[in-house]
């Protein structure tokens, strides 16, 4: 059976909080230790059903991947032979794309599915492959796998501008199959997400040459070969705003340690510019929910500015402050599926285009409400917290793909939330992390039945 939250909402949150290590910077990088023949340790990486997909996707091709004693990830890739992503693991996670740049450059040669994960709109991966071309690969589609070759990758000066603005996992794609090519390649709109940057921290400490990460221009002078490494995931500044506005939302008073908050100047902004006093540190954060909060004018953009993962939980505040407020998403126009499930909870919410009109209400009301993604998720629990009444969130297994015991988080500073099981039926099982244990070191994925394509 599939989870679901049980959610009593009316509680004040109270309390210390701390922050796991980041899925979008864990993701891309566990990806890269394909190009490493060695053994690689990651610590900080967050114990989430993503996380246990790309190890098994890792596994699958040969590499050995175990979590130590002390949370640390410990991969091994001296046997991996195969540079075939299968479609079974790869449709499960978007982020799975991410292997393909290592494959080759590590090979000559890949063979990846096209990715799944969330349906938060259309997300072409025509940038990965025009990025790879550029580098001297023959890319070629056949019967729904990506097919990459080439003898030896060479440096060039390449564009990753898109539609919507620069892409991570393509900016991340692109500076590990550089790092291994012959001489230099200019990267330009790259993405400056803090995830990026920590990608280039790892791919420097195994060897590479790469400068300008975290601006719009990243350059990489290609070398032989990556060496065995220890790296440190950045802490998730996704789950830190998402714990944030969940202490806004409920008029609570929490303390979040291990947050990023040199990563989270937009975030922050915003939540004074609704009026939630925010003290900040280098890794902490004290909110204090203001009794008089303001209707506010957010724009969800690429980094530095506010991220569209953060969208949906802004949208489910300031859905209960009273005034009109607009959320503007201009990297995924279409993400808004939440919208509809906050107005069952009671919210008044109008969508246009790109742009969702909010006018506040007094308060909201409990009511059985269904995930559509990742960061939706986030945002009917929130919304939950602050309604009256219970609630019931169906679909949760996407909310186990970003985070990490969210509920027990929210639990421990005062929330009422349990897991149980859905007895709906014709819905699909969502996949459990078994626990970790000798035969299964990685906490990996079972399914429990057939699974949704999408997921």
């Not at 001296?78 to 996670?93: D, F, G, I, N």
């Not at 459990?432 to 039945?449: E, T, Y």
């Amino acid at each position: 059976m599939m989870d679901m939250f049980c959610v009593e909402g009316g509680h004040v949150l109270h309390g210390t909080v701390f922050v796991d290590g980041s899925k979008n910077a864990s993701l891309p990088i566990l990806a890269a230790t394909l190009a490493i023949e060695g053994e690689v340790t990651l610590e900080q990486v967050p114990q989430l059903q993503d996380v246990a997909t790309m190890g098994q996707l890792l596994q699958s091709i040969g590499a050995a991947v175990e979590r130590l004693d002390d949370g640390s990830l410990r991969i091994n890739t001296c046997a991996v032979k195969s540079s075939m992503a299968p479609y079974e693991l790869v449709r499960q996670m978007r982020a799975s794309v991410c292997v393909l740049g290592p494959l080759l450059a590590r090979f000559g040669s890949a063979r990846v599915s096209l990715p799944g994960g969330c349906n938060i709109g259309h997300r072409p991966i025509d940038l990965h492959l025009r990025g790879l071309a550029a580098l001297g690969a023959e890319i070629r589609l056949e019967a729904g796998y990506i097919v990459a070759e080439s003898s030896r990758l060479r440096g060039a000066d390449l564009d990753l501008c898109g539609p919507h603005g620069p892409t991570v996992t393509g900016t991340c794609n692109i500076m590990i199959a550089a790092s291994l090519a012959k001489g230099r390649t200019i990267i330009r709109s790259a993405a400056k997400e803090p995830e990026v940057q920590d990608f280039a921290r790892f791919l420097t400490a195994a060897g590479a040459r790469i400068s300008g990460a975290g601006t719009s221009i990243v350059e990489i002078d290609g070398v032989d070969h990556l060496h065995e490494v220890r790296h440190t995931v950045i802490p998730d500044r996704i789950e830190a705003a998402t714990l944030a506005i969940a202490a806004a939302i409920t008029h609570g008073d929490v303390t979040i340690r291990n947050a990023p908050t040199t990563h989270m100047t937009c975030v922050l902004n915003a939540l004074n510019l609704i009026g939630i006093p925010v003290d900040a540190t280098h890794d902490t954060l004290h909110i204090r929910a203001s009794s008089m909060p303001r209707p506010a004018r957010l724009t969800a953009e690429p980094y530095p500015g506010l991220p569209t993962d953060c969208q949906a939980q802004f949208m489910a505040l300031l859905s209960t402050i009273e005034g009109e407020s607009l959320i503007t998403d201009t990297v995924f126009p279409e993400r808004f599926m939440h919208a509809a499930e906050l107005v069952r909870l009671g919210a008044d919410i109008r969508i246009q285009n790109n742009s969702a009109f909010i006018r506040g209400v007094a308060r909201l009301s409990g009511a059985s409400v269904m995930a559509s993604d990742l960061r939706a998720s986030a945002a009917l629990v929130l919304a939950a917290l602050a309604a009256e009444g219970h609630s019931e969130i169906r679909r949760v297994y996407h909310l186990d793909r970003g985070y990490h015991a969210l509920e027990q988080k929210l639990n421990h500073l005062g929330a009422k939330i349990q897991r149980t099981h859905d007895g709906s039926p014709n819905i699909a099982p969502r996949p459990h992390i078994a626990p970790l244990s000798p035969d299964n070191p990685l906490g990996s994925v079972r399914h429990a039945g057939k699974r949704s394509g999408q997921e």
